[in-house]
């Protein structure tokens, strides 16, 4: 007999819906590589050797199996939950003090807690993240907009970890190149890179001056994918959901002394203030259950999308290897 994890009804084993709740059972001890169905104390498969639950998935027909697409679409993820694993992202930062002889210098210190920084000095972009390879930012800019650049990409990354620790969770299993190409393939997609612009440009506004608020690559996306206004509206809720979860965390970090700093900084570099982008800034944002419901059907759409389109397959196998290479 099996459980329900929904609603606790026993059902046979045989049962592939729960019998009282119509809810998709999860079927325990299956193997995630080939399939076979183990006892329930075992460990390891009995058809090829492998670790029920694995540590890691290396490989996209693993993490793509039956299983895995039944544990992503009964994912029930509490606010409580949902909170412990924010902090895992976060904790980090815990631990260290916020140091540096400039003001540039101390966020880049913070931002490196996370993941590495570097500067670029060719291309027009003030700055970008790659997985695996940390965040680029372009140092001839002044300091005040490294500042701000450094921030937003940051934000990036971070929300790329919350997903990235979520589904480890859901999965039980740890960070991989295989997963994280699943993670930068759904974040790339016209919609939710709209959302994920988003987020990263609220968050950085929320740590410069009042009126240096800059949407200009959120704006150059509106245009060039052409999406109804319903539609952005969505992205921009949504992604203002994840801006104010992280901006929540690096309040704790970047102070009011530290963004005071910031403001200075923006002084002495004689930069002038636009506030036109001000008001592309919203308040709304969804609940934290409803966010988390939308987050988990959406990646289980694309999840099941790409288990079963060659061309998408093909694109993620692109981004691994991208992402191994760096």
């Not at 996209?60 to 039944?70: G, I, K, M």
């Not at 259950?289 to 289980?300: G, M």
Request: proline share 2%.
């Amino acid at each position: 007999m099996i459980n329900c994890d929904m609603c606790g009804t026993l059902n046979l084993k045989e049962n592939n819906y729960c019998t009282h709740c119509g809810n998709k059972l999860i079927i325990e001890h299956i193997c995630p590589y080939c399939g076979e169905v183990n006892l329930d104390y075992a460990t390891h498969c009995i058809k090829c050797k492998s670790q029920i639950n694995p540590i890691e998935i290396n490989d996209f027909d693993t993490l793509f199996s039956q299983y895995n697409e039944n544990l992503l679409s009964n994912a029930q993820i509490t606010d409580e939950k949902y909170n412990k694993l924010l902090k895992e992202v976060f904790i980090r930062a815990d631990y260290i003090e916020v140091y540096g002889n400039t003001t540039k210098n101390k966020i880049l210190n913070f931002a490196g807690v996370f993941t590495e920084c570097k500067p670029k000095a060719r291309g027009y972009e003030r700055g970008f993240i790659f997985l695996g390879n940390g965040i680029y930012y372009d140092d001839r800019l002044e300091d005040a907009i490294q500042i701000s650049t450094i921030i937003h990409e940051l934000a990036h990354y971070l929300l790329f970890s919350i997903i990235e620790t979520l589904l480890c969770d859901i999965f039980s299993i740890m960070p991989s190149t295989t997963l994280q190409s699943f993670i930068w393939y759904f974040l790339t997609l016209p919609e939710f890179k709209i959302m994920n612009e988003y987020c990263a440009h609220t968050v950085e506004g929320r740590f410069v001056p009042y009126g240096y608020q800059n949407y200009g690559s959120f704006n150059l996306l509106i245009k060039q994918m052409g999406l109804d206004e319903e539609s952005v509206k969505g992205m921009v809720i949504f992604g203002n959901s994840f801006a104010n979860e992280i901006i929540a965390y690096l309040e704790k970090y970047i102070d009011d002394d530290l963004r005071d700093e910031i403001k200075l900084q923006y002084r002495k570099d004689s930069i002038e203030p636009s506030y036109e982008e001000i008001l592309t800034e919203t308040s709304d944002s969804l609940p934290l259950s409803l966010k988390n419901r939308t987050l988990i059907q959406v990646l289980l759409d694309i999840f099941k999308e790409s288990s079963k389109e060659i061309v998408v397959r093909e694109e993620l196998e692109g981004i691994k290897e991208m992402i191994e290479q760096n």
